[in-house]
């Protein structure tokens, strides 16, 4: 599986952000994907995931209600939005595929800046 980020940018805090995953190379009805962010100086942590065949979605607490997970199913992309972000959020994020579980990631993308001003 090949996956190609992208959406990042620069926004400040409050402010929204839709990132992209585009998937090639293998069908994911059976993947789990996900999103994962790496702040400078911090480990990677989970975000969101979705199971593509179910569509069901999962979140880390701290992006409940205002983060949304999503899939095209025609376009093979994940979609993160991103609402009222926070300044702490400032990271790369990545998004990644698995085979089993939606809290680590079998593929990686090569991840997109997202930087928010305070």
């Known amino acids: 599986v090949q996956l190609q980020a992208s959406g990042g940018g620069l926004v400040q805090a409050g402010g929204s952000l839709r990132l992209s995953c585009a998937a090639s190379g293998r069908t994911l009805s059976s993947y789990f994907m996900s999103w994962f962010r790496q702040a400078p100086g911090k480990e990677r942590e989970f975000v969101a995931g979705i199971a593509w065949r179910s569509g069901t979605t999962f979140y880390a607490d701290s992006v409940k209600g205002r983060f949304t997970i999503s899939r095209d199913n025609a376009r093979n992309t994940v979609y993160l939005q991103m609402n009222s972000l926070k300044h702490e959020e400032t990271a790369v994020y990545y998004c990644?595929?698995?085979?089993?579980?939606?809290?680590?990631?079998?593929?990686w993308g090569q991840g997109t800046q997202v930087t928010v001003s305070s």
């Open positions: 990644a595929a698995s085979g089993s579980t939606y809290t680590r990631g079998d593929y």
